[in-house]
């Protein structure tokens, strides 16, 4: 190995580690944001200061290779974006919120270990994450127009559904392959993956996603390649609001 490639590792563990030190102070801004925002009703700027905060410890997750941190700041992010939407912060929030906080610790204590093992830690995020849900099922929508977008939700909106939206392929398939959905709406045309390279991964993949219904809504009319693996191919016309809620009904029976 080089001088140069070792200077290099030396200063990415660096990095690392600063950022490892770092991390409890963020959880202590975190929980300090998140009692303010139920004693404040959903102040806004409380909320936006969080949001941002989840959000770029998101990115340093991926950047430092620390996907369970990715995948648990998603999962913070769904739980601060649906408290928001029902301006609803009350004490379940902050039972959740707290909680996912507390897992971000634990993060730091496990990567800190020669061998790290965050099993417990996943075990514990997928139990957060179906209290949450209350019974309902998460879908991933992924389409590049915010305004389908939106007209997918709204058509959905009377179904016991938890949906996350994203506009491009690849992060699409990054959430698909590290955190559980019960289905996935495609638009075929993303950013970056087009719906069908993006589902021929998940399909090849060894994820818990592997085998999710999936729907893909297109205008085209050629021929869908078989190793995608849509259940459902729901064409954008004046019935498409009509036939998504089927399909997803028949879906998720299924």
Known sequence: MSTNMKAFQALLAGMREAFLDELPERCNGFET???????????????????????????????HGLSILTTLCHQLENLLSEAD????????????????????RQVRHQAHRDTPDYSGIEA???ALRLSSLQSRKA????????????????????????????????????????EPFDFVIVGRELKELNGIAM???????????????????????????????????????????GNLVAAVRAALAA
């Open 199 to 241: 589902m021929a991964a998940l399909r090849a993949s060894q994820t818990r996603n592997q085998k999710i219904p999936a729907l893909l809504v297109t205008s085209r009319r050629d021929a869908i390649p078989d190793h995608a693996g849509f259940n459902a191919v729901i064409a954008r016309d004046q019935n498409q609001a």
């Open 33 to 63: 944001l998140i009692l303010e925002l139920e004693r404040s009703t959903g102040d806004r700027e409380t909320f936006n200061e969080l949001y941002r905060g989840v959000h770029s410890l998101k990115g340093s997750g991926g950047t």
């Open 85 to 104: 939407a029902r301006q609803d912060f009350g004490s379940r929030f902050t039972t959740h919120a707290l909680a996912y906080v507390d897992l971000l």
């Open 124 to 126: 514990d995020l997928e």
């Open 139 to 178: 879908g991933l929508i992924a389409e590049s127009s915010a305004t389908l977008a939106g007209f997918y939700q709204q058509a959905l909106a009377t179904l016991p559904l938890q949906l996350t939206v994203v506009d491009n392929g690849l992060t699409a398939l990054e959430r698909l392959l590290h």
